[in-house]
């Protein structure tokens, strides 16, 4: 299997799980794209094609809410391009983890100030 897990630490999501935290195998987001995807990905289920489908659904539905909950995309122009989309959503991250502010009022102002110096 040429795809690698990597162990994950993320915290617990739902109220009054502020402190816990959970460890998990993940697939890094970085990693490279297998030769024979679906094969790899089957072995990673150990050949079951039903958990394959039910993964699938969850990933599938988790990114499709992440698009539509994110939010930064509010104030992304879609005639911008992948570089420039992703160099605004890293500034506004770092700038809210930085700052201690909501990623909206941080989007809105970076965009404020790119738009006054157009």
């Known amino acids: 299997m040429s795809i690698t897990l990597v162990k994950e630490t993320r915290g617990v999501r739902g109220?009054?799980?502020k402190d816990k935290k959970v460890e998990f195998l993940a697939i890094?987001?970085?990693a490279p794209r297998p030769e024979n995807l679906i094969n790899e990905i089957l072995e990673?289920?150990?050949q079951n094609q039903?958990?394959?489908w039910e993964r699938f659904i969850l990933g599938f539905n988790e990114y499709a809410y992440q698009a539509i909950a994110d939010p930064i995309a509010?104030?992304?122009d879609s005639s911008w391009d992948d570089e420039k989309v992703k160099a605004f959503r890293g500034?506004?991250?770092q700038f809210a983890k930085l700052m201690g502010k909501d990623r909206e009022e941080i989007a809105e102002k970076l965009?404020?100030?790119m738009n006054a110096g157009a």
Do not use: S
Request: glycine share 10%; proline share 5%; net charge negative.
């Open 50 to 52: 039903q958990d394959l």
């Open 28 to 30: 890094p987001e970085n």
């Open 91 to 93: 500034t506004v991250n």
């Open 111 to 113: 965009l404020a100030e």
């Open 74 to 76: 509010a104030y992304i």
């Open 44 to 46: 990673l289920v150990g």
């Open 15 to 17: 109220k009054g799980n």
